[in-house]
């Protein structure tokens, strides 16, 4: 079953895993990765607990609209699942 | 743009390293402020016994050791055996710790060129690479110009450095941008059926295990 | 030329950087998040190596490993042993 999903838009300052360039972007679920430790706590010295990361792949026209290059080239990203919303 | 440095033609007349490479002015050149925070940095590790000389000295001659040799040996042995490959695309950490090659932590994806497929790696972030089994990067795979661009037009990137592919090839760009690292099974080139596994690791350049080149033909 | 050996404090860089992060003094992305406070413009004026041992030290103040007047008498001393690196470089 394909899983979509949308990286959320908002844009807290600080270390953040989530590449400003994917926010708000809409795409599919390409396999799980398993559980590790939230980046976003480790960055400051916190203890960190597990979440779970995902690799998800976009089409390049979501990503760039009519300047992509090839509409159906495809960038994966591994994305944490508190950044993910399900649609 | 660059090249793997086995193609390198120009420029070999003058102070290169065995490897290739140009020698760095380094010792004889005057002492800047970050090799002075270096030095501090390391000799109060190991004045408060955090650090160990020998540990340190061990460290540098473990990277230095590791190069696109130990990856193309991986791929030579995927190309050969395909209950290999299968397990290497299955979980390519494991594969290459099999092989005997020292992974570390990393949690490393194999993604496979086809005729149809080509992937390219990339890490926006910073420079996230497949160090263990490649070696440390190369200067431009760590410059903003290829980090903003290789996601957005890898196509242009791609033909800048010698690799043009037809619109019908799908390109996928993965970004490194957690705790994955990726590296590129690359697609056979035609005419080595009869190789041994020793002369295929010869065609698998660095530039082909991330994407960015394809493997030399015979 | 798009490659070169690297120098020597480079490769100590590098290995302060690994042997720390195994030791469990920073984590990979203690030393991203500082990367990244240095601003945008910290990645046209630094080289990278520059750039890790900034975040390499940040981290360390950060987690008590020595404090910033150890690390200032230390850089002063060094900077009197010598003009250049190898005459610096070990005390």
């Not at chain 2, 200067?139 to 033909?159: F, G, I, N």
């Not at chain 3, 240095?38 to 190596?49: C, L």
Request: hydrophobic share 40%; proline share 7%.
């Amino acid at each position: 079953m394909v899983e979509r999903v949308r990286v959320k838009a908002m844009m807290p300052p600080g270390h953040v895993r989530a590449p400003a360039y994917l926010r708000g972007k809409q795409g599919v679920v390409e396999r799980p990765l398993g559980a590790f430790h939230n980046p976003e706590q480790l960055a400051y010295g916190l203890p960190a607990e597990k979440k779970p990361l995902y690799r998800v792949r976009f089409r390049m026209d979501e990503l760039w609209g009519d300047a992509a290059e090839n509409p159906g080239d495809t960038l994966d990203a591994e994305l944490y699942d508190h950044w993910l919303e399900r649609l | 743009m660059p090249h793997d440095h086995p193609d390198h033609t120009h420029d070999h007349d003058h102070g290169l390293s065995p490897s290739g490479h140009p020698y760095r002015a380094d010792n004889d050149e005057p002492l800047t402020y970050w090799q002075r925070m270096e030095i501090a940095v390391r000799e109060l590790l190991i004045e408060k016994a955090k650090i160990s000389p020998a540990e340190i000295a061990a460290q540098i001659e473990a990277m230095d050791a590791r190069s696109p040799a130990n990856g193309a040996a991986v791929v030579a042995r995927a190309w050969s055996d395909p209950a290999f490959k299968a397990r290497l695309l299955a979980d390519a950490g494991a594969a290459s710790r099999e092989m005997g090659f020292d992974i570390g932590p990393l949690n490393l994806i194999a993604v496979e060129n086809t005729e149809t497929v080509h992937n390219l790696i990339v890490c926006t972030l910073c420079s996230c690479y497949p160090r263990n089994l490649l070696g440390l990067p190369p200067d431009w795979y760590k410059t903003r110009e290829y980090r903003s661009r290789a996601v957005r037009e890898p196509r242009a990137v791609l033909r800048e450095f010698g690799v043009d592919l037809p619109d019908s090839t799908r390109i996928r760009v993965h970004d490194s941008t957690a705790d994955m690292r990726y590296i590129v099974l690359p697609a056979r080139p035609e005419g080595t059926e009869q190789m041994t596994e020793v002369e295929l690791a010869n065609l698998v350049t660095r530039d082909a295990m991330i994407g960015t080149g394809l493997a030399r033909t015979p | 030329m798009e490659g070169h050996d690297f120098a020597l404090w480079e490769k100590r860089v590098d290995a302060l950087m690994v042997l720390c992060g195994s030791k469990g003094f920073f984590t990979v992305d203690g030393l991203r998040r500082a990367l990244e406070d240095m601003g945008e413009d910290a990645f046209e004026k630094h080289s990278y190596y520059e750039r890790w041992i900034a975040a390499v030290n940040q981290n360390l103040i950060e987690a008590g490993v020595y404090n910033l007047e150890e690390l200032g008498a230390r850089m002063e001393e060094i900077a009197a042993r010598g003009p250049t690196y190898g005459e610096a470089q070990d005390g």
